[in-house]
């Protein structure tokens, strides 16, 4: 299984609007690699967490190594 780099899953999250207002826009954009539990047990390599720019809408997304969404909240 290739794993992706962390700018890799940094622009797969701002790829994908805001689950309230549709927006591209954050303000804040964290991506960190994901805890040996996670990586176990949900296959995730990298959790993403994002502030939207324009509503302030806080969301958190799962990447797993591969590239895909695992999970979005």
Do not use: F
Not at 17 to 35: D, I, M, N, R, T
Not at 46 to 69: L, N, R
């Amino acid at each position: 299984m290739a794993r992706i780099t962390r700018d890799r899953a940094e622009r797969i999250a701002r790829g994908h609007a805001c689950e309230k207002c549709g927006e591209y826009s954050y303000k804040k954009l964290a991506v960190k690699p994901a805890s040996k539990e996670e990586r176990e047990g949900v296959d995730i390599a990298w959790i993403a967490s994002k502030t939207c720019g324009v509503c302030g809408a806080v969301h958190e997304m799962g990447i797993d190594a591969e590239g895909e969404i695992i999970y979005g909240a």
